[in-house]
């Protein structure tokens, strides 16, 4: 087992995302005084108890379906409720929600035992690599479970002006999708992100959102949980590893474009690859589920404050961004890929849009490896990037 590399953020990225968490706390802090004082007012006989428990039950009932709302939206963190691993640390609420899956739909049990398994190989295949484990304490308290790749001893095709020993190092955090797992990058091979990007001189950082894997499940799970889970990363890269801002990168895919590109619009340096991600998360949800039920999806996904605004995230942010995407995304309705939504954007001038338009194949194309020559493609855009790096370091 290597050495465990451990790490607590200490900032938030934007006084609003403390506001977001504070209030969540504050609102979870009036439920209990709620009903602490319904009981009180009962047992005393005076009126306005039923008030104060019909408050208390409607902030309870809200933080439930928000949080059981996340799990088909992050679907690897139903499948982590069955990983041995986490057995120990499961809460009531879990408990409640694992009874109800195996009652209703037995054989994800099963399937997520197994994919703890893959996990575990994953894990494995990492370790070879020469990969850490890594915690990382989201400034909320969240542990997270990630691993730490250095930059590999035979560094093959780096660019020498921005990859010399004596500068500072450059850093790629990658963000899973939503159904995903980071150990499943020690499956893939010559596909793996910390094998190929290690190889071309970067420091990797490979993680788990919270509740997924073996990483906790914090507070109050949420679209701004995430946030923080990816500003994690960013700052263990910042004081740890001593990167600067415009040399770190998100590498990401669907529900990690979106985390991503919210994370870098709070920390306007930091470059983007957001590949295969939506507009935002209510028109995605609206595609994948159709239109007949796809606008109470949609409707759910706002209402429980778990929808990402991409498009105005994205012109926040200052490093430098690509899309990539693929027309026919087996996943993603055309109304709702990234991509489209900014072409249609009035206020962006389409000449400025760095794009990959990927190859239409049969099969699963949101999930599918990318060819090597879209690989190649991608590593033109990071030299592009490269040189808006030396363009900011002149200054």
Request: proline residues 4%; aromatic residues 14%; glycine residues 8%.
């Amino acid at each position: 087992m290597t050495s465990l590399l451990r790490y607590e953020a200490t900032e938030y990225p934007h006084f609003s995302v403390r506001l977001t968490v504070y209030t969540g706390a504050l609102l979870k802090w009036v439920g209990y005084g709620s009903c602490v004082g319904s009981v009180n007012y009962f047992v005393r006989g005076e009126s306005g108890w039923g008030w104060l428990l019909f408050l208390s039950c409607s902030i309870s009932l809200y933080r439930i379906a928000h949080w059981i709302g996340g799990m088909p939206l992050v679907p690897s963190s139903l499948m982590s409720l069955f990983d041995p691993r986490r057995t120990s640390s499961q809460t009531f609420f879990e408990r409640q929600v694992i009874k109800v899956v195996n009652r209703y739909a037995p054989g994800i049990e099963k399937q997520g035992k197994q994919g703890a398994e893959v996990c575990a190989k994953g894990i494995a295949n990492l370790e070879q690599l020469g990969a850490k484990e890594l915690s990382l304490t989201a400034v909320d308290g969240t542990v997270l479970h990630a691993m730490y790749v250095a930059p590999s001893k035979h560094v093959k095709h780096a660019d020498a002006s921005v990859f010399s020993p004596s500068q500072p190092p450059m850093v790629m955090i990658v963000l899973n999708a939503n159904g995903e797992f980071f150990e499943h990058d020690g499956l893939y091979n010559e596909h793996s992100d910390a094998l190929r990007y290690g190889q071309r001189g970067f420091h990797v950082i490979l993680m788990n959102y919270r509740g997924v894997g073996k990483s906790g499940l914090g507070g109050w799970t949420s679209r701004t949980g995430l946030l923080l889970d990816a500003d994690a990363a960013v700052q263990f890269a910042l004081y740890v590893l001593k990167a600067p801002e415009h040399r770190i990168f998100f590498k990401t895919r669907s529900l990690g474009g979106a985390v991503g590109t919210e994370a870098a619009s709070f920390r306007p340096k930091l470059n983007v690859c957001n590949a295969r991600s939506f507009s935002t998360f209510s028109a995605a949800a609206r595609g994948v589920i159709g239109p007949k039920f796809g606008k109470y999806a949609a409707w759910a996904v706002s209402f429980l404050f778990w929808d990402y605004d991409s498009v105005r995230n994205w012109k926040l942010v200052g490093g430098f961004k690509w899309v990539e995407y693929i027309p026919q995304d087996t996943m993603l309705c055309p109304e709702s890929i990234l991509y489209y939504a900014l072409s249609e954007d009035d206020s962006i001038d389409t000449r400025s849009l760095n794009f990959l338009k990927m190859r239409t194949t049969v099969g699963d194309t949101h999930n599918r490896p990318l060819y090597e020559f879209e690989y190649s493609e991608r590593w033109s855009f990071f030299e592009k990037a490269f040189k808006h790096i030396q363009a900011i370091e002149k200054k």
